[in-house]
């Protein structure tokens, strides 16, 4: 229960509206300037809470809810400080639109590096506390009583010395009327009762039921449906098309041309799909059509031996500790570009007329996508609408990159009519914004003792931010694709090098669940055990002594070997890898158990994740986003490679793109380190490690280094 501080109401302004009894709680003098409609608009357009007269809550959600869970975390932030009653809350997204017309009220909406609760956490328990005063002071004054004499808790404010209650519902409206205070104190965390409980998700139960909440899902009256082809060189261009065949075909509405694509609208989907592979397109591929992974990887291992590469970091003498290292160790790492493979096939609904550009989007940041409505319309951003869905996973896929957004207003806006635009599965693994091509050259010095004396790591490899915001970069260096491998090295060495050869290509890239994070765990972590085999070393003992400066690293590193049992015999054939990896602000360890078959099948049986992400909201989400991500991970090291043929993507779908399946899904256990104190992520930190773990018990098991992934193009038969 918490009590309420003595809240004079002659010292408040009326300044947030009052609809039909409800509290309607904006909370903008904390977060923006108030809008000056605020005090006469209806609810559906206010910031944070809405507590009706029933007492049911509705607290506005303004991140993306792709699986990871934030439709249910980020409300627990806000109940918990509110003291409302759990079961009477419900979710909704915030408009980006109305976040857009009231000064951005609602902050940043983009979703994505797992930071939806750390930047949010602050704000949204400040407007659960902000509400909860507000609450407080409305029931004080009408008993006539000090604030200070009244408590909340479970949507009821008690007069503490004569015991009368009032719910939330009853004081809404009288609540309403009193402004927001501008200081609020916020729980400690030992006082938590609610951030830190496993609470089933809001959306769970709409998703396996089947409720159509996807933008897939969006009917609209006189819809007309859009399938599309793209040209298979990127930055290649149309040259000509031929649309005789599709004279003969029923539904057909229109054939719409832009620079690097045609799409079909038709009247349902399947006919507009058939009529686009119908066409005849000549396209010009430019220079671009000679390019292939070989000439690609080629370019990399140059740039693991040029001279133009930039350092990110260089603590030592790294050359000079080499010269005089008793043992020196050596090895080249790569990785390939990989897709994102959304369950939900890029796709947006459209409709454009005088007035307004509506769309219904599967995004990532809602923001992004009104900005480019805007602009492929040729309309003020104050003339769009965006409707935020959920999204069938994101991966980072639908965040910067919204092409699909934009190609539906476009074709929308010739058509005169709304219109759905899906991608083909075979257009979504051809033209994704892939995670980069990378590869790494590691050399490490050891001393007569077995110590890591010394250790430089180049990479080479294509940059995001060099394509996406080129003046992020300092002195021409990407540190971002040196993520895990700067700062955030955990490792004690006092003589470290890295740096960075940048070796862009016409492939376009973006961010992927774990960004860069994925390739430098890999490269570290499967270098770190052939350094322990090189030092005649224990793998899980040789981390412990690199991070004896790192307390909470090695708790977390600890915890999973404990969990897994890691000095306990294995049944025969099952062997074991460990590896550790910080990222998103959080730290996680993994232990993988794995057997290689004589015919060189790899099969994983169990994985240990342990992770510390300080603060965890909802525990049940953590566990849920861990086995997500072993899945995704595990897709990866065994499967995902995206290939360049002739300039073309050679993969096109599931069938040479392959996901893990569920009977390759292994055990998987969570173990959650609560050190506190911070806010960290947790749907992409349990990624990187999986690959690296899974590739030392490999090697545990046949004597073999996997140095490239994905493990499919590794002979292990006999191993």
């Not at 590869?439 to 050891?446: S, V, Y």
Request: charged share 20%; hydrophobic share 45%.
């Amino acid at each position: 229960m918490s009590r309420g501080p003595q809240l004079d109401r002659r010292a408040f302004l009326a300044s947030v509206a009052a609809a039909g009894g409800s509290l309607v709680l904006g909370f903008e003098i904390p977060f923006g300037p108030r809008s000056s409609h605020a005090s006469s608009r209806s609810r559906e357009i206010t910031a944070w809470i809405v507590i009706e007269p029933d007492d049911a809550v509705i607290i506005r959600v303004a991140k993306s809810e792709m699986g990871q869970g934030s439709f249910t975390a980020l409300p627990m932030l806000v109940a918990e400080e509110l003291e409302c009653d759990w079961s009477k809350v419900k979710a909704e997204f915030a408009p980006p639109h109305e976040n857009r017309r009231r000064n951005r009220v609602w902050g940043n909406m983009s979703t994505g590096a797992s930071r939806s609760i750390s930047a949010s956490q602050n704000d949204l328990r400040r407007a659960g506390a902000t509400a909860r005063e507000m609450l407080i002071a409305a029931a004080a004054a009408r008993w006539n009583v000090p604030g200070t004499e009244c408590a909340a808790a479970n949507s009821v404010i008690t007069h503490l010395p004569s015991g009368r209650t009032i719910t939330f519902g009853r004081v809404a409206a009288a609540a309403a009327e009193v402004a927001p205070p501008t200081q609020v104190k916020l729980k400690d965390s030992k006082d938590w009762k609610l951030i830190g409980s496993r609470q089933r998700r809001f959306d769970v139960a709409d998703k396996i039921t089947g409720k159509p909440i996807y933008a897939i899902d969006v009917r609209l009256p006189n819809m007309l449906y859009a399938a599309i082809v793209q040209c298979p060189v990127f930055k290649g261009t149309l040259k000509s098309l031929d649309e005789r065949k599709l004279a003969a075909m029923k539904g057909i509405h229109r054939v719409v041309k832009h620079q690097d694509a045609v799409a079909v609208v038709a009247d349902n989907w399947w006919r507009a799909k058939k009529a686009a592979q119908a066409l005849s397109v000549t396209w010009d591929f430019g220079d671009n059509a000679g390019v292939s992974s070989a000439a690609i990887r080629e370019a990399l291992h140059a740039g693991l031996s040029a001279a133009d590469a930039r350092a990110g970091r260089n603590d030592g003498d790294v050359e000079r500790a080499l010269a005089h290292a008793i043992k020196r160790v050596e090895a080249d790492y790569e990785v390939p570009f990989l897709a994102h493979a959304t369950m939900e096939p890029q796709n947006c609904t459209a409709q454009v007329t005088a007035d307004v550009v509506e769309v219904w989007a599967p995004t990532q940041d809602g923001e992004t996508a009104l900005a480019i409505a805007a602009d492929a319309a040729g309309v003020p951003p104050s003339k769009v609408v965006v409707h935020k869905m959920m999204l069938g996973c994101g991966f980072g896929r639908r965040g910067i990159f919204q092409d699909f957004v934009r190609q539906a207003v476009l074709i929308a806006k010739e058509v005169g009519q709304p219109v759905k635009l899906v991608w083909t599965r075979e257009e979504d693994t051809r033209h994704d914004f892939y995670r980069p091509v990378a590869a790494a050259r590691m050399t490490a010095g050891l001393d007569a003792g077995g110590t890591l004396i010394a250790w430089k790591i180049r990479t080479a490899g294509q940059s995001i931010i060099a394509a996406v915001s080129p003046r992020v970069m300092r002195f021409g260096v990407d540190r971002n694709f040196l993520q895990g491998l700067l700062e955030d090295m955990p490792y004690d060495v006092p003589n470290y090098l890295v740096d960075f050869a940048m070796r862009n290509t016409h492939v376009p890239v973006g961010v992927w669940r774990s960004v860069n994070h994925s390739q430098n765990a890999f490269f570290k972590e499967s270098f770190i055990d052939e350094m322990a085999h090189a030092a005649g070393a224990e793998p899980y003992l040789f981390r412990r002594k690199l991070l004896e400066k790192k307390p909470r690293e090695l708790a977390v590193l600890d915890a999973a070997a404990n969990r897994a049992g890691w000095d306990a015999p294995l049944p025969p054939g099952l062997f074991r890898g460990i590896a550790i990896h910080s990222s998103q602000s959080s730290i996680c360890a993994q232990v993988v158990e794995a057997a290689v078959a004589i015919d060189g099948e790899v099969r994983v049986h169990r994985v240990v994740s342990a992770i510390d992400a300080g603060h965890v909201v909802n525990p049940l989400t953590v566990e849920m986003q861990t086995e997500s991500a072993i899945v995704y991970g595990l897709t990866a090291a065994l499967y995902g490679e995206i290939s360049i043929k002739d300039g073309q993507v050679e993969q096109s779908n599931f069938d040479d793109y392959p996901m893990l399946r569920m009977a390759e899904m292994p055990r998987v256990e969570t173990v959650i380190v609560t050190s506190g104190g911070f806010w960290g992520g947790v749907g992409e930190t349990p990624v990187p490690p999986v690959a690296p773990a899974l590739c030392n018990a490999i090697f545990s098991a046949t004597g073999k280094r996997i140095r490239s992934l994905p493990l499919k193009n590794h002979d292990l038969r006999n191993a």
